[in-house]
């Protein structure tokens, strides 16, 4: 693995704000939590820290915030250490903002709320989309396709060990738009497979197989979920054998660049012949529909930023920079086990 990969463990979504949180900070044996700090302050800190670790040549993991792309967190695998960003807007559980009458983070939450109502309607938008191919699919070609691809990637491939995962999210509906750091997580990767198909053509699906056959197989696997629906997964890799499978559709649609890439096709496979071209016009009603729904829920996150950029200042027109230097340098020495 290279030095230094990005991701995100938060997003908005058609199931609400969801965090895999626990899934990359529990193994850890020292995490540092900052509480609301401002943006600046904790990309500051992170490249401090990251310096330091670049020097020392640690492995590193971005975490970035799924509203604004700025960076909310670090992980130093290495040392078992991590630090992370909480905002405002975000809930977990007994947070000191539920007791505080502040309207300006009422508001922002209000509009990440409505966010999730709006995605939630696009996902129900996405349903019927995916039923038009759910009724044409060969699912007897579509489960043998799945069994030759864990034969060819898998096959005899076995480590004496109990296999494990970790949850995380590759990209995020950003107030930038979708961004994904598909490219930088698979930087690495030998062998890399692009997942074509349609809504509802089992792509998902396929992926959660290959990662329960992995680890039955012992191996350690990186599950990336959809930002959109969480319950899915669009990517899959396992670092120990050089592999990674992704859904390579809109919004992240990428085609191979290296020789040893390759396609696997799922609609060509196992889909019904001309489709497509049957439900053109449903499709596309669908498609404009969906991509409406999903601009009006990105707006709220639009919305959200301001408002959050709003508290932001507040806090940092309040900060003692001298006692922001030493809570840094303390977090610092913390983070990278300094002695």
């Not at 209000?110 to 191919?133: G, M, R, V």
């Not at 994904?180 to 396929?206: C, H, L, V, W």
């Not at 290959?210 to 990186?222: F, T």
Request: a neutral charge; proline letters at 3%.
């Amino acid at each position: 693995m290279g030095n230094t990969i990005h991701y995100f463990i938060n997003t908005n979504s058609s199931k609400g704000f969801v965090s895999f949180f626990k899934s990359n900070f529990e193994p850890l044996e020292r995490v540092i939590k900052l509480d609301n700090y401002p943006t600046a302050i904790v990309e500051e800190l992170i490249g401090k820290a990251s310096s330091i670790a670049t020097e020392k040549g640690y492995q590193q993991e971005i975490i970035h915030s799924c509203i604004d792309n700025s960076i909310e967190g670090i992980i130093l695998p290495q040392l078992k250490t991590g630090l992370l960003n909480i905002p405002a807007y975000i809930d977990y559980g007994y947070s000191v903002y539920k007791l505080m009458d502040n309207e300006t983070v009422q508001d922002m939450q209000e509009a990440l709320t409505k966010s999730h109502e709006y995605f939630a309607k696009a996902l129900k938008i996405h349903d019927d989309w995916e039923k038009i191919y759910i009724t044409n699919m060969n699912f007897a070609k579509m489960n043998q396709l799945t069994s030759d691809t864990i034969l060819k990637i898998l096959g005899g491939h076995t480590q004496n060990k109990k296999g494990s995962s970790v949850n995380r999210l590759f990209g995020a509906s950003t107030i930038h738009g979708p961004i994904d750091y598909i490219e930088n997580i698979t930087a690495d990767i030998e062998k890399r497979y692009f997942i074509k198909g349609r809504p509802g053509t089992g792509k998902s699906t396929f992926l959660k197989k290959i990662a329960e056959r992995a680890m039955i197989n012992g191996y350690h696997v990186e599950i990336y979920h959809c930002a959109f629906d969480p319950n899915s997964l669009d990517l899959v890799v396992i670092r120990d054998l050089g592999i990674c499978l992704f859904d390579s559709t809109s919004p992240h649609e990428y085609f191979p660049s290296r020789d040893s890439d390759e396609i696997i096709d799922i609609y060509q496979e196992a889909v019904k012949e001309h489709t497509d071209e049957e439900h053109k016009e449903q499709i596309a009603q669908l498609q404009k529909q969906y991509k409406e729904t999903v601009a009006q829920a990105i707006g709220c996150i639009n919305k959200a930023n301001r408002y959050h950029q709003i508290y932001q200042e507040d806090v940092l027109s309040k900060i003692n920079n001298v006692k922001c230097k030493q809570s840094m340098n303390k977090a610092i020495v913390k983070l990278l086990k300094i002695k």
